[in-house]
C-alpha cells in the first residue's frame, strides 16, 4: 500500500499550490481520501475529505472557500487545490484513506487506514 504526495513547497502569501496524492496497493474505489496537516507543536488536523464516488466532500473551516479537493479515479489520485494561502497554512500536509465515507474520514486521525508520507508546505508572509 502507498500514498506518495507531491506539490508541495515554498508559496509567498496570496499565492496558489495544488498538492497531489497517488495511491496505489488497495482498492481506491472503495476509500474517502482526506488531506490532514500537522503544523510544528501541534496536533494533526483534518483539512478536506472526499467520498468515495458521490462527490461528497468536506472542508475544514479555516479552508473553505480558499481549498477545493478533487480525485480522479481513473488515476487513483487526490488532488487539494490550495488558493489565496495564509502563513497559518505552513504546515506538512498529509492524504489518508478511510474506510467508509467522508463523514467518517472528517472524524480525524484515528479513522485512517493508510497514511502517505507528507510533504511540506511553507506559506511566507
Partial sequence: VQL?????GLVQ???SLRLSCAASGFTFDDYAIGWFRQAPGKEREVVSCISRGD???YYADSVKGRFA????????TVYLQMKNVKPE???VYYCGGTWGSVFTCRGGSDYVAY???GTQVTVSS
Fill in 55 to 57: 462527490g461528497a466532500t
Fill in 4 to 8: 506518495v504526495e507531491s506539490g508541495g
Fill in 89 to 91: 497554512d505552513t504546515a
Fill in 13 to 15: 502569501a496570496g499565492g
Fill in 115 to 117: 497514511w502517505g508520507q
Fill in 69 to 76: 479537493i478533487s480525485r480522479d479515479n481513473a488515476k487513483n
